[in-house]
């Protein structure tokens, strides 16, 4: 490949040689079934006891859950979906002047994982920001598409907000004062992950991500509405977890699961998807 990332307006019609997977690491995407039972629970509820319930049965089985009626306004995620996909359309010259290879840059469009150490590489772009404070991270954010900055940094104020609600009620599930997460974990980082999935020539040789876990306490998860995606490891089983209207998937991080000091929550907002494992089937 001549260009560094795949949203270069290229449609490529088989897979360039440094995706395909080894045929033993390759999706088996006829074996993939749909996960029925997802957790979706309403957060405007007024059943307080009942939401904690809710969310402690879904931390212990499922290790994810999905919230509606979580506060996040419907105005400020559709801006923030609307000036991410600007940025991906953008002119391949326009994004490569925010492109880094370098992980410890705090804002930067880069591409599938990592590309110095990985031998096969992973079907995404993604654009990485870090996200508070913002008055700190704010002024080196992506100045093109014009309503970028206000939109995202908006977004992030409102899904933070989620955040802590949302660690209050885990603390609550596990029979702490409601503050207890929050008090222990101190002043919290937060950092978001737009990631750009194009169509995929030959989805059954590669992903957009493999199977992970996400090392950091709490995800939040937008996915795009219009095109599944993304996969969870149940009982030794990838299941299909299909968008759900106005929802946010919850992802417990590694740091949560393990009982020990957690110090960030994580925005992942997909584009077409964001798979746990997967990969775009247009």
Known sequence: MDTK????????????????RPESERPRLSEVLACEDVPVIDLGCEDRAQIVQQ?????????????????????????????????????VEEKLKVYSDDPSKTMRLSTSFNLHKEKVHNWRDYLRLHCYPLDQYVPEWPSNP????EAVSNYCAEVRELGFRLQELISESLGLEKNYIKKALGEQGQHMAVNYYPPCPEPELTYGL??????????????????????????????????????????IGDQLQVGIYIYSFTILLSLYYIPVQGIDYL
């Open 55 to 91: 969310i402690g049965d879904a931390c212990a089985n499922f290790g994810f859950f999905q919230v509606i009626n979580h506060g996040v306004s419907l105005e400020g995620v559709e801006k923030m979906i609307g000036v991410a996909s600007d940025f991906f359309r953008l002119p």
């Open 210 to 251: 493999p199977g992970h876990t996400d090392p950091n306490a709490l995800t939040i998860l937008l996915q795009d509405s219009q095109v599944a995606g993304l996969q969870v490891l149940r009982n030794g089983k990838w299941l299909a977890v299909d968008p759900h209207p106005n929802a946010f998937v919850i992802n």
């Open 146 to 149: 014009p309503p970028f900055k």
């Open 5 to 20: 990332v795949l949203s270069s307006g290229i449609k490529y019609l088989t897979l360039p040689e440094s995706y395909i």
